[in-house]
């Protein structure tokens, strides 16, 4: 009796040898993209928070730029620049650089978008 069962136990793993090599490779492909995955997610994050700096530095430049170079003159004219300028670099130092989870940072970068474009076309 033992000999039937014997074959019968080699030949259900012939056949179920499909689904257990598939239930394998689904594991080692699912580890391999995780990794993959994880990896692209830092270089991308990398990548566009790089932009984002560049972008805020660049603002930062052009307003204190011309925060220097108006005149120190009380005409409503230079005195609404100076303000928007000062605005501007204030919220740049406000910008939470070092905090991604920060809720409202795309909010706050179309402001300081806002304020820059503001202060161009004065």
Request: hydrophobic share 35%; with cysteine; proline share 3%.
């Amino acid at each position: 009796m033992a000999a039937p069962s014997l074959g019968s136990d080699m030949f259900d793993e012939i056949v179920m040898a499909e689904d257990r090599f598939h239930g394998e490779g689904y594991q080692e492909g699912y580890a391999e993209g995780s990794h993959a995955g994880a990896a692209e997610g830092r270089r991308c994050g990398a990548l566009h928070g790089a932009k984002i700096g560049s972008e805020i530095g660049s603002y930062l430049g052009f307003a204190l730029t011309w925060q220097h170079l108006l005149p120190k003159c009380t005409d409503e004219k230079n005195s609404k620049k100076m303000r928007a300028l000062d605005s501007l670099i204030g919220m740049i130092q406000k910008f939470p650089y070092e905090d991604p989870t920060y809720e409202k940072l795309q909010d706050d970068l179309e402001k300081i978008r806002g304020k820059f474009k503001q202060s161009v076309y004065r």
